[in-house]
T-cell receptor, first 116, second 112 residues
Framework: DVKVTQSSRYLVKRTGEKVFLECVQD?????MFWYRQDPGLGLRLIYF???????EKGDIPEGYSVSREKKERFSLILESASTNQTSMYLC???????????????FGPGTRLTVL | AQSVTQLDSHVSVSEGTPVLLRCNYS??????LFWYVQHPNKGLQLLLK??????LVKGINGFEAEFKKSETSFHLTKPSAHMSDAAEYFC??????????FGKGTMLLVSP
């Protein structure tokens, strides 16, 4: 089974703090994604990476950055956390488009971040 | 750009009655469409996917969806609801770079 793990289930930070959310997958997937989930808004794509050291902006990248130094790990960084970044953050991974199951993304359990 | 619209934010059914969750899509090319489910405090799980093969797609737990190009719809159905079906359901369309665009979700409530 594909396993996508996230470093914390719950996190509380203060406004202005630098926040790191970590995501690790164990299936050698090339593509990784970060979303935030808010009630009534569904999931919105923040950033994604299709290979090591590669990154692309999603629909709502403002206030976030990412890092992909190793294939299995994809980090989301909030440079200076703000209260409007209180949300559920979900990481996902999938195989490269050239594989047979290229459309399915596998999701981690999520990190619920509260910024006070 | 691709987008999906889930027409109901909440759907309530009684156990044993049919389920219909509605989704319309917009895509400039032949779309790949998905339904994901999220149970309370659980991760997202793929229910089913349409990738230009058969228009009637069967998924897990008795769910199925029909792709109708003329109506730009991809509605999710199940003949008989079970209490364990209570969850939030997301209609999703594939975008560029194999990204996914999610609808805003439909909460399915199942009463005894």
């Amino acid at each position: 089974d594909v396993k996508v793990t996230q470093s914390s289930r719950y996190l509380v930070k203060r406004t202005g703090e630098k926040v790191f959310l970590e995501c690790v997958q164990d299936m050698d997937h090339e593509n990784m994604f970060w979303y935030r989930q808010d009630p009534g808004l569904g999931l919105r794509l923040i950033y994604f990476s299709y290979d090591v050291k590669m990154k692309e902006k999603g629909d709502i990248p403002e206030g976030y950055s990412v890092s992909r130094e190793k294939k299995e790990r994809f980090s989301l960084i909030l440079e200076s956390a703000s209260t409007n970044q209180t949300s559920m953050y979900l990481c996902a991974s999938k195989l490269d488009p050239t594989s047979g199951r290229f459309h399915e993304q596998f999701f981690g359990p999520g990190t619920r971040l509260t910024v006070l | 750009a691709q987008s999906v619209t889930q027409l109901d934010s909440h759907v309530s059914v009684s156990e044993g009655t049919p389920v219909l969750l509605r989704c319309n899509y917009s895509s400039s090319y032949s779309p790949s469409l998905f339904w994901y489910v999220q149970h309370p405090n659980k991760g997202l799980q793929l229910l089913l996917k349409y990738t230009s093969a058969a228009t009637l797609v069967k998924g897990i737990n008795g769910f199925e969806a029909e792709f109708k190009k003329s109506e730009t719809s991809f509605h999710l159905t199940k003949p008989s609801a079970h209490m364990s079906d209570a969850a939030e359901y997301f209609c999703v369309v594939r975008g560029g770079y194999s990204t996914l665009t999610f609808g805003k979700g439909t909460m399915l409530l199942v009463s005894p």
